[in-house]
């Protein structure tokens, strides 16, 4: 049977990240990755789906600067995020967080990041096979090798230890964890049940359409039902955009109140409208009074997974620890780092599977859990706490927020935000309020939903 010191599962972001740590400490690392057919791609690769949009202070966690970047992985330069509400509206210009990378943001081709990643973790020597379907790791505490990899139609891998980067949906993760906990995995990482479904579609915009959107990523909020539900619209190159949005699975549309009040339901919806519908009607919404939709919208049929569209997961569960002491580190959408709100999450899937190959490939995972807390805490507890915060928003609701962000942002007579806080009024501080409290409740770690004292060894 063949040994190795690092098996990684799942080729995409957090799994080449590990495999190139793990093999410039010096291990032999291995990836096993299932590989998906694209359009835009020549060969097998990674589930490459994702909005692909990196905000300035991202850059540093994921610790990768776009100048290490080929030309051809960057698509724009963004200067600006908007949130658009059924009736307010508000341009962010700052993340308001210190950053090495001086613009705003940028936008990239996901499909080319995956396979330059991969290339980087060839080059620092990890082995990188494609077409491989993993179907389970056995673990067994003492024994050489500790984990056995089971491949479909081949020959198992040995190895010291085995770095799940699988995706939100948890193929093997799950099979793994499952083993190693006194309850059903699924009552905290069910996936039909924790994750979100996002749908994406290339499309050509009318020139000055794409004039008026250029260096902008734009979101709309209170426009349709389910917890951190939204279309969006983040600008490529040559005047195409990926127009998307995001939205709970199995959302029940006879359990929303005040189903008028969504711009983009219609009265005689009975279920949730497709993805493609969501999109039609938000053209329509915003721009059918100028334009023929989706006519002057085309599909680029040359783009995305197929014929310009793609459909994905994206996990809205909190993070996980890992069980380290079985040698198993969990990255990435596995993990639930990536997050529904805010659109996937590359820059964490790159720092964890960073963290856990380097541990890995120096022969000790046992640091694992604190160290990616260390590295992306901040990031995972924000994104938590606005989840969280937002959780029973309803139309009205992100517009009284819009409003009082847009009287923060406008506001610049004091030195600081605290300052602008009090000048845009007590909506504003009763929000900031609010966010400190629900932020203050995650502390210490508080956002893990399976804590690494669950696991039973």
């Known amino acids: 049977m063949e040994q190795v010191d690092v098996a990684?599962?799942?080729?995409?972001?957090?799994?080449?990240?590990?495999?190139?740590?793990?093999?410039?400490?010096?291990?032999?690392a291995l990836v096993l990755e299932k590989g998906v057919p694209r359009e835009d791609r020549s060969g097998l690769g990674p589930d490459s789906t994702d909005a692909a949009g990196i905000l300035d202070y991202w850059v540093d966690i994921m610790g990768i600067h776009p100048d290490e970047l080929?030309?051809?992985?960057?698509?724009?330069?963004?200067?600006?995020?908007?949130?658009?509400?059924?009736?307010?509206?508000?341009?962010?210009?700052?993340?308001?967080?210190?950053?090495?990378?001086?613009?705003?943001?940028?936008?990239?081709?996901?499909?080319?990041?995956?396979?330059?990643?991969?290339?980087?973790?060839?080059?620092?020597?990890?082995?990188?096979?494609?077409?491989v379907s993993?179907?389970?790791?056995?673990?067994?505490?003492?024994?050489?090798?500790?984990?056995?990899?089971?491949?479909?139609?081949?020959?198992?891998?040995?190895?010291?230890?085995?770095?799940?980067?699988?995706?939100?949906?948890?193929?093997?993760?799950?099979r793994v964890l499952d083993r190693l906990l006194p309850y059903p995995v699924t009552d905290r990482l069910d996936t039909t049940s924790v994750n979100h479904i996002a749908y994406q579609e290339h499309r050509r915009l009318p020139p000055a359409?794409?004039?008026?959107?250029?260096?902008?990523?734009?979101?709309?909020?209170?426009?349709?039902?389910?917890?951190?539900?939204?279309?969006?619209?983040?600008?490529?190159?040559d005047d195409v955009a990926r127009i998307g949005l995001t939205m709970p699975i199995g959302l029940d549309l006879s359990s929303v109140a005040n189903q008028e009040s969504y711009a983009l339901l219609r009265p005689d919806d009975r279920t949730v409208p497709s993805g493609?519908?969501?999109?039609?009607?938000?053209?329509?919404?915003?721009?059918?009074?100028?334009?023929?939709?989706?006519?002057?919208?085309?599909?680029?049929?040359?783009?995305?997974?197929?014929?310009?569209?793609?459909?994905?997961?994206?996990?809205?569960?909190?993070?996980?620890?890992?069980?380290?002491?079985?040698?198993?580190?969990?990255?990435?959408g596995a993990m639930g780092t990536t997050s529904a709100f805010h659109e996937g999450?590359?820059?964490?899937?790159?720092?964890?599977?960073?963290?856990?190959?380097?541990?890995?490939?120096?022969?000790?995972?046992?640091?694992?859990?604190?160290?990616?807390?260390?590295?992306?805490?901040?990031?995972?507890?924000?994104?938590?706490?606005?989840?969280?915060?937002v959780r029973e928003y309803d139309p009205d609701d992100w517009d009284r927020v819009f409003r009082t962000a847009r009287r923060m942002v406008a506001d610049e007579s004091g030195g600081g935000l605290f300052d602008r806080r009090f000048a845009a009024g007590w909506d504003a501080t009763k929000l900031f309020a609010r966010y400190k409290w629900h932020k203050r409740r995650l502390r210490k770690g508080g956002y893990v939903s399976i804590a690494a004292s669950d696991y039973v060894y």
């Not at 493609?276 to 006519?295: A, F, I, K, N, T």
């Open 134 to 174: 993993v179907r389970d790791v056995e673990t067994t505490p003492g024994d050489d090798p500790r984990h056995v990899v089971r491949i479909a139609g081949g020959d198992p891998v040995g190895a010291e230890f085995v770095v799940l980067a699988d995706g939100p949906q948890r193929t093997v993760t799950n």
């Open 345 to 389: 999450g590359d820059h964490v899937a790159v720092r964890t599977g960073a963290i856990a190959g380097g541990l890995a490939g120096r022969g000790d995972l046992s640091g694992y859990n604190g160290a990616w807390k260390a590295a992306i805490g901040d990031e995972i507890r924000r994104n938590v706490t606005m989840a969280d915060m």
């Open 209 to 237: 359409v794409a004039e008026d959107l250029r260096g902008a990523i734009s979101f709309w909020w209170g426009y349709m039902p389910g917890h951190t539900a939204y279309p969006w619209i983040f600008p490529n190159d």
């Open 8 to 28: 990684v599962v799942g080729g995409g972001p957090a799994g080449s990240a590990a495999a190139h740590a793990a093999a410039e400490a010096g291990a032999s």
């Open 276 to 332: 493609s519908e969501y999109l039609r009607r938000l053209l329509e919404h915003e721009y059918g009074d100028e334009y023929d939709v989706p006519g002057d919208f085309p599909l680029v049929e040359s783009r995305g997974k197929s014929e310009g569209t793609e459909t994905y997961p994206i996990s809205s569960t909190r993070p996980i620890d890992s069980p380290v002491g079985a040698g198993v580190a969990v990255v990435g």
């Open 70 to 131: 080929p030309d051809d992985v960057l698509l724009s330069e963004l200067d600006r995020a908007a949130f658009v509400g059924p009736s307010e509206s508000c341009v962010l210009r700052s993340t308001g967080i210190g950053a090495s990378y001086d613009a705003f943001g940028y936008t990239f081709h996901r499909a080319r990041f995956d396979d330059w990643l991969r290339d980087r973790a060839e080059r620092a020597g990890a082995d990188y096979r494609v077409g």
